[in-house]
């Protein structure tokens, strides 16, 4: 049974901050600063270039990959760490299309996170080739996947409303419409029980510094089903997903397996702070941290809708169908949110009207959530919404 | 006039090691560190999401890119930092043929970096229509520029034979073909006095762990001259690079200038190692760089032939047409190498037979490059060479 408190004493939190943004960037694990100091000082300082292979950086992204596949229900050494998310997509749409090379759309949905949609559409625009980047609303997603769909990409979940989609189900119907499905994980790993062997994903990528607590600009994974491993074409063929990098053939020889995927040389820095973070992971499982954010995130939408009937909520209300985040609506829901955070509650905002907050477990218990939620009624007990005088307040806070 | 001593006070060195390598990984500088531990704690850890904005993360890209602007002769606001190096190479080349869509030829040569070629391969392979990727000897690249090339995509100095490459020269000859030039300056930067601007570069690309010290895995960078600036299609399309990253709209729009180079998520951790890295680049001038590597670079030439008669130079005698490593051919180099770090001279190895020994003037000095020589004349009078006994007490060492 996991010691939440034990996690939660794991983390910095600022003073007087009720932190409740770790589905956008994850604080600090107190770890963090001595791993990272170790891997400089210790590491880079007195092993400099033979770092790569003494300190084990060469190995580092497909080690700390293993430790995301754990999370995720990947088999040890189908997942691989290196780049941003949005290059992760572009490897795994562009890998995808050249596995169904007679089929021209890719399809999405609007809920989806706007630049997996930038990274397609950069795609088929170089691609041309009569490719198609169809986006529909998120329910009309499981109706459109017909058999001209190459693939079907999506986010798990909305990172505006939490709205989960089905990933087995909707991944069943892509395989039977004979497309391929990949997976965005960006607010699944780390948060929800996800399974990307059981749930049949050909594909999956995701970031690390949102649930992960990796830090600002941390690494992203990527998955291949082993099924596509060794046919998978990396599109971004660099040098370290050569066959045999330090050969320095003038050719390009995809390496076996998820090896392929790595494209430059990976950021160690970052890799040491992701490592570090990932500790904690260990000392969970990740059924007891969804059951317990589903426990917290409940007790916040009771508290919110009781304290604050202006706010609507926007996430789904059945736990199984939404993420490790709660979205209410509110018409001068930016001006709330500055109220909020200063005082101290910091959640945030995306256009139009949607106040987020991310629910999470490692780090957040009752007393935080019933903070948040006395914040949010008085903020929203002054009753002088919707009128210029409260504006002028709210700007200035 | 730069105080060198001064400069290599500033790095951290191993104890009894002369580092001959940083043209592959340079040392630690004193001051990352501290800054590190101040970005983790102070940065993320008090200010959290905030520190985006407030800690100045967001921005950093482009402040950071124009420090390194400032080395290679590119005006501010030209160039910004993120990803590897492989994927800038991506980057640059597919908005160059994007610009010459009459074109069907890639041209460059069998001295570039395999990862360059290697992305170039795959970025050809996924286009198809009739693309060429046309690699030829280094000495050929100027006779094979013909109207057929949309793109001269070299790498100024070879990374095994410290070969530089005249960036103008081949430059001008590219443009009076009609082609685009893509510069590769991973061993320039921080090293040579570049100017892309007089050179006239259309992209420049680069890595900042070697000469910069930005540490293992530190972002590449990628300067886009200003007459395309607003006109590059950057083809990895990511939010970051949008016109309006915050306003998460479904489609995309490209960024103002150099900043649509941005793709994800930029790697803060490792760019706040670097920006601590390039403190010390404010401290000199290139020129005096320059002409200090030339004359510590001519030093070790010269005690090497004196000293080991079986080396042969690998490099070009002219400093003009040398980068700042000098490379020696020697048949059983890898075991030779071996030896020297065995006995502190750190350089490497790159087969088949090309010794390497990075001369950065920013933390070496007389004392090292005459230590260095000495222990290969040890080294390589024990004349026990080309022998099964040495090769089994090389093994070994």
Not at 5 to 33: C, Q, R, W
Not at 203 to 208: R, S
Request: glycine share 10%; charged share 20%; hydrophobic share 45%.
């Amino acid at each position: 049974m996991t010691d939440f408190a034990a996690t939660k004493a794991l983390f910095h939190l600022p003073d007087a901050i009720t932190y409740l943004d770790g589905n956008s960037l994850g604080p600090l694990p107190k770890s963090v600063p001595r791993r990272v100091e170790s891997m400089l000082s210790e590491e880079w300082g007195e092993l400099v270039i033979t770092g790569w292979n003494r300190a084990g950086w060469m190995a580092s992204p497909l080690r700390i990959g293993d430790r995301i596949g754990r999370l995720i229900g990947a088999p040890p050494g189908t997942t691989v760490l290196g780049d941003t998310l949005s290059v992760k997509v572009y490897q795994a749409l562009a890998s995808a299309l050249a596995l169904r090379p007679d089929r021209k759309v890719i399809l999405s949905d609007s809920g989806n996170f706007p630049s997996d949609l930038y990274m397609a559409e950069g795609l088929v625009k170089m691609l041309g080739q009569g490719l198609e980047l169809r986006v529909v609303p998120p329910e009309d997603v499981a109706g459109a996947i017909t058999e001209e769909v190459a693939v079907l990409m999506l986010t798990e979940v909305d990172y505006r409303t939490g709205r989960r989609h089905d990933m087995p189900a909707l991944t069943a119907r892509a395989h039977a419409a004979g497309a391929l499905a990949i997976w965005d994980l960006a607010h699944s790993a780390g948060a929800l029980e996800v399974d990307v062997t059981a749930g049949d994903a050909d594909f999956a990528v995701g970031c690390t510094y949102k649930y992960l607590n990796g830090g600002p600009g941390a690494p992203a994974f990527i998955h291949v089903a082993p099924r596509f491993a060794n046919q998978a074409v990396p599109a971004l063929s660099g040098w370290l997903g050569h066959a045999a990098p330090f050969d320095f053939d003038l050719g390009y020889r995809p390496g076996a397996g998820i090896e392929r995927m790595r494209v430059g040389t990976p950021p160690i820095i970052q890799l040491a702070a992701l490592d570090a973070a990932l500790d904690i992971y260990d000392m969970v499982t990740m059924a007891e941290v969804r059951a317990r954010s589903i426990q917290l995130s409940d007790r916040f939408i009771a508290g919110v809708e009781a304290a604050c009937p202006a706010l609507t909520l926007a996430s789904p209300r059945d736990p199984a169908q939404r993420g490790s985040q709660v979205s209410f609506r509110f018409a001068e829901g930016y001006a709330a949110m500055q109220a909020a955070i200063s005082r101290g509650v910091v959640g945030d905002f995306r256009a139009p009207d949607i106040m987020r907050f991310g629910i999470t477990p490692l780090y957040l218990d009752e007393g935080d959530i019933d903070r948040a939620v006395a914040v949010l009624g008085e903020i929203m007990e002054t009753s002088l919404w919707d009128t210029p005088a409260f504006r002028q307040r709210a700007a200035v806070t």
